[in-house]
């Protein structure tokens, strides 16, 4: 009696456990479900936009790190032209000086410079310290401030992989430690994380830029979930290849440039940023084929892993590939 209850539903069990789960009918299901689940996500993201807004960047307080040059340059200068009071933080002063200067001319209602190496707890707990005595709130956090690589992993000196964690990882999670305090104090704050298309997709040459990229990703979703109670909003951004000195930032002895031909110009790049800001985006992936290889990696893991193997060189330079 007992068997001849058991045997057919193991059986029914089993089949429909092949039919629900292998990858081609998990697909199907996908497929069928995608109107739905299209619906839900401009749902849930015209929500998300609904709690972030209104906002705009007038008479706000942004701190922008690693503003001396590139997009945080470019970036400073659309925050001054909308009338934001900016902190400026990178290591080298006379630029700073002079983003600064270009930033008043731009109208920003107030602009202090701070010389900050992120990487060092020392400049940041002062960075923060002046922001609480000149202002005692924060609008906006954009964690700018970046440096890469150019070598394969089997030639680096190992410290190159520490030093690049040390200021694109642990300076930008130390600088949003110390900042959320002041953060929570006003409301619909913003996170901004300038990571990289290379946060998303495998670059060669760039492992440990890569990984710092990536440990970004994980780390500010992680914060997103957690400080949402707070209404602070968390921003990831994934450029492309923009067209900056970043080249010039290239930790190790001799590193191989990234390939700058066809790059976004840093103008177009920090007005995409600076729109996502105001509308309080949970993310910007740059370009169509940042976009599609991060699907194709979701759902075809090894087709992308191949196509990266053959492709992701043409991102550098023409003479090393
Ligand atoms: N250019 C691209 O193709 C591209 C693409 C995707 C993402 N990104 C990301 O965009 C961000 C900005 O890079 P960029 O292209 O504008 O290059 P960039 O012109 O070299 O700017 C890098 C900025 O980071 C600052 N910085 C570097 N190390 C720092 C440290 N230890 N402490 C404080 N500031 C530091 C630099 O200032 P000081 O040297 O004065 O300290 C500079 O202001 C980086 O995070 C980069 O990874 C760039």
Redesign the pocket.
């Known amino acids: 009696m007992m068997i001849t209850y058991l045997f057919p539903s193991t059986i029914i069990i089993g089949v429909l456990s092949i039919i629900l789960f292998t990858e081609a009918s998990m697909f199907a299901l996908f497929t069928l479900l995608y109107p739905f689940l299209y619906l839900f996500e401009l749902y849930a993201r015209h929500q998300r936009h609904k709690l972030a807004q209104p906002w705009s960047a007038n008479n706000k307080v942004i701190l922008i790190?690693?503003?001396?040059?590139?997009?945080?340059?470019?970036l400073a200068h659309i925050f001054a032209k909308q009338g934001s009071n900016l902190i400026l933080?990178?290591?080298?002063?006379d630029?700073?000086t002079n983003v600064a200067n270009e930033c008043r001319d731009h109208g920003a209602t107030r602009v202090i410079t701070v010389k900050?190496?992120?990487?060092?707890e020392n400049?940041v707990s002062n960075l923060i310290k002046t922001i609480e005595d000149s202002f005692n709130k924060l609008d906006c956090v954009i964690?700018?401030?970046?440096?890469?690589m150019g070598e394969r992993f089997e030639n680096i000196d190992y410290q190159i992989i520490k030093d690049i964690m040390?200021?694109?990882y642990f300076?930008s999670t130390n600088v949003a430690y110390k900042a959320l305090n002041l953060l929570k104090k006003t409301k619909k704050s913003r996170i901004v994380v300038?990571?990289?298309?290379?946060?998303v997709l495998p670059l060669p040459l760039r492992s440990g830029?890569c990984g710092s990229?990536f440990a970004l990703r994980g780390f500010f979703e992680t914060l997103q979930v957690e400080v949402w109670e707070h209404e602070i909003f968390v921003m990831m951004?994934?450029?492309?290849?923009?067209?900056?000195?970043?080249?010039?930032?290239r930790l190790g002895n001799n590193p191989i440039p990234?390939n700058?031909k066809g790059?976004?110009s840093?103008d177009e790049?920090a007005k995409i940023i600076y729109k996502g800001v105001c509308r309080g985006d949970k993310e910007i992936v740059?370009t169509a084929g940042g976009k599609l290889g991060r699907l194709m990696e979701a759902v075809f893991p090894n087709a992308f892993a191949h196509l990266t193997r053959k492709f992701a060189w043409k991102a550098i330079a023409a003479d090393d590939s």
């Not at 933080?89 to 002063?93: G, K, L, Q, S």
């Not at 900050?116 to 060092?120: F, I, M």
């Not at 300038?194 to 946060?199: E, K, M, N, P, R």
């Not at 951004?237 to 930032?249: D, L, Q, R």
């Open positions: 790190t690693g503003a001396s040059s590139g997009i945080g340059r470019s933080c990178a290591r080298r002063e630029y700073l900050c190496d992120v990487a060092n400049d964690l700018n401030a970046g440096v890469t040390n200021v694109n300076g300038v990571d990289s298309l290379a946060g830029y990229k951004t994934y450029p492309g290849t923009v067209a900056t000195n970043i080249n010039e930032a990234l700058m790059a976004m840093v790049c740059f």
